[in-house]
């Protein structure tokens, strides 16, 4: 970094460029130590009570998941414009500080800011991992009346919004609807009617999905496999799980949870022990948890102290 002394010769117009540079690249790197040393240098310099500069380290520092040092900068802020509301509001949703993101979005439409294509999806989000369905309405009737009604990316957050509302119905309608679907639509209603284990839609819609020439992803399976857990159709959920490999798709651990959940549900715990052991990612916190439920659902004492002492070894392994 250059010196004070050399910087502060410059003049405004020249220096602000160098400033702008060295943000950006910190944003694409999340560079969050290397940020808070140029904010201090930009304080002490004065630099960074220019607007332009402002605007930069909120983006900066929400790109770093600093969302409480963008807000505060944000408020000092003269110049709120649409693109500043955006990141904000985005930055909460990404957080799942669903709260604060809805809260962003309400002071920029007090204040009367013009919403663009990028306002909305993350509000979305926020009303359905709230879950707000009232709100997700309205902001549904925004999409509309600003003209996004086309936009495949505002389209996929209102089925993804009213699908984890509980919504099923208006997420169909606005999913029949669209001119235009790819992977996050299809998977989109997919999940929506696997986490109520509606498995013959789900199998329905998988069916039409591959029919229409778009491969499923990581998340259709999950929303699938979700369906077959909560349904009880486990052999419909081996099926699936061992077609990924057809579609290319990478076994995750959200995968192995649904099915060590689907095969404990039944009684399977013995299967599930195995492919605990058997799959190449590492369990977590919740897919263990699954397994000792089903244990204790199906009294499986045995199977139950083996695991312990597995989760006892892996933790003394770990620290």
């Known amino acids: 970094m250059q010196s004070k002394h050399m910087i502060t010769k410059r003049t405004p117009e020249g220096i602000i460029p160098i400033f702008t540079t060295l943000l950006n690249s910190l944003t ?57 509301y955006n990141t904000l509001i985005r930055g909460y949703a990404n957080v799942n500080q669903f709260a604060n993101s809805l809260a962003f979005f309400r002071e920029m439409v007090r204040a009367r800011k013009a919403l663009d294509r990028h306002t909305l999806p993350p509000v979305l989000k926020s009303c359905g991992g709230v879950p707000a369905l009232r709100v997700g309405r309205s902001v549904h009737g925004l999409v509309f009346r600003n003209g996004f009604d086309l936009d495949l ?22 999913f029949d609807e669209m001119y235009e679907r790819n992977v996050v639509s299809w998977s989109a209603m997919i999940s929506g009617y696997g986490l109520y284990g509606k498995c013959e839609e789900v199998f329905e819609l998988f069916d039409e999905m591959v029919s229409d020439g778009v491969e499923p992803d990581g998340v259709t399976f999950t929303g699938v496999l979700a369906a077959c857990s909560h ?25 192995c949870t649904c099915m060590v959940d689907m095969l404990g549900r039944v009684g399977r715990v013995e299967e599930a022990e195995v492919m605990v052991e058997q799959m190449d990612v590492v369990p977590d916190e919740a897919l263990w948890g699954a397994l000792l439920a089903a244990c204790k659902t199906h009294g499986k004492v045995e199977v139950a102290e083996r695991l312990a002492e597995k989760i006892y070894a892996r933790r003394v392994t770990s620290s």
């Open 28 to 84: 694409s790197t999340k560079n969050l130590p290397k940020l808070k040393q140029l904010h201090a240098f930009l304080i002490t310099t004065k630099f960074c009570r220019h607007n332009f500069i402002r605007a930069k380290l909120i983006t900066s520092y929400a790109s770093c998941n600093q969302l409480h040092q963008a807000s505060v900068i944000f408020s000092y802020t003269n110049h709120q414009s649409t693109f500043l």
């Open 153 to 174: 990316v505002n389209l996929n957050a209102l089925v993804t919004m009213y699908a984890k509302c509980g919504d099923l119905v208006s997420a169909r309608n606005v």
């Open 231 to 255: 349904g009880g159709e486990v052999d419909k959920g081996v099926e699936y799980f061992e077609m990924m490999g057809r579609f290319g798709v990478k076994v995750g651990l959200e995968h």
